[in-house]
T-cell receptor, first 117, second 112 residues
């Protein structure tokens, strides 16, 4: 069975601080995908990144960066120079790979990030 | 491109009633999934449809059922509603070429 653990329930930072959201996962699959989604108060889940289990390269997109370490089954997300607009619930998720496509996302419980001005 | 649209946005039902939630997938997406998100929790996978056939199901009882139509829009039906069915129901669409799922804003169902 797949499992995703986000140990941080809530994080509060002051604007411009860097913040790292932790994600640890469990799976027996050798091929899988890892995701991060952002959920603002409107409820819609906004896709941030997908990472293939065979690609351990870290990725940077603007102020966002992701650190994937297969050896520790972790896929952490860092926001550099946080802004008030970053305030949201962030979910880490894991999916099986079927025919090269995503299948069935398993989500963590989410981390509520509050960025104070 | 259009996003994923869900209706209604909010709904209040009485225990024992039946409810139908609707989802219009993003153009070109032939896969649709439904998720239930209880307050303070992560979304839980209900089932997935691909080209009008159910091709995967999570740990939900048979009173949760669905349909996908030729235009790839979808319905989630829940019979014999229970208080614990109160949640945000999210629809997500995807395609084999798609990098990730596109989610709608959800339907918030309250069972009283």
């Amino acid at each position: 069975a797949q499992k995703v653990t986000q140990a941080q329930t809530e994080i509060s930072v002051v604007e411009k601080e860097d913040v790292t959201l932790d994600c640890v996962y469990e799976t027996r699959d050798t091929t899988y995908y890892l995701f991060w989604y952002k959920q603002p108060p409107s409820g819609e889940l906004v896709f941030l990144i997908r990472r293939n289990s065979f690609d351990e390269q870290n990725e940077i997109s603007g102020r966002y960066s992701w650190n994937f370490q297969k050896s520790t089954s972790s896929f952490n997300f860092t926001i550099t120079a946080s802004q008030v607009v970053d305030s949201a619930v962030y979910f880490c998720a894991l999916s099986e790979a079927r025919g090269g496509s995503n299948y069935k996302l398993t989500f963590g419980k989410g981390t509520l990030l509050t960025v104070n001005p | 491109e259009t996003g994923v649209t869900q209706s209604p946005t909010h709904l209040i039902k009485t225990r024992g009633q039946q409810v139908t939630l609707r989802c219009s997938s993003q153009s070109g997406h032939n896969t649709v999934s439904w998720y239930q998100q209880a307050l303070g929790q992560g979304p839980q996978f209900i089932f997935q449809y691909y080209r009008e056939e159910e091709n995967g199901r999570g740990n939900f009882p048979p009173r949760f059922s669905g349909l996908q139509f030729p235009n790839y829009s979808s319905e989630l039906n829940v019979n014999a509603l229970e208080l614990d069915d109160s949640a945000l129901y999210l629809c997500a669409s995807s395609s084999p070429q798609r990098y990730g799922y596109t989610f709608g804003s959800g339907t918030r169902l309250t069972v009283v």
